[in-house]
Nanobody, 123 residues
């Protein structure tokens, strides 16, 4: 069983930055695909970014590409989401996710979820 624990959420003004961290248990973290999802109030959970076992990353949409960066440190069993130029519409609960698939091919790649961390962006 893999446990994922997020941290780094909080309240930030528009244009600000946050870095989310997700610490994972388990000895095979380096072989896992990892990702971040988010869920805003009244909306469905949506994919934000994923990173394969080899460090190749995928971002959900072009609106994230110049603002969000996903990375991983296998020595620390940790995955990060650096978020810059935050906008009020980025307000959501952000969830760390992981799976034993080496490559992200959609939500079917995900077996494990963190409890979520709240990100609130004020205008």
């Amino acid at each position: 069983q893999v446990q994922l624990v997020e941290s780094g959420g909080g309240l930030v003004q528009a244009g600000g930055s946050l870095r989310l961290s997700c610490a994972a248990s388990g000895r095979t973290f380096s072989a896992y695909t990892m990702g971040w999802f988010r869920q805003a109030p009244g909306q469905e959970r949506e994919f934000v970014a994923a990173i394969n076992w080899n460090g190749i990353s995928t971002l959900a949409t072009d609106s994230f590409k110049n603002r969000f960066t996903i990375s991983r440190d296998n020595a620390k069993n940790t995955v990060y989401l650096q978020m810059n130029d935050l906008k009020p519409e980025d307000t959501a609960v952000y969830y760390c996710a992981g799976g034993s698939s080496r490559y992200y091919v959609g939500t079917a790649s995900i077996q494990y979820w963190g409890q979520g961390t709240q990100v609130t962006v004020s205008s």
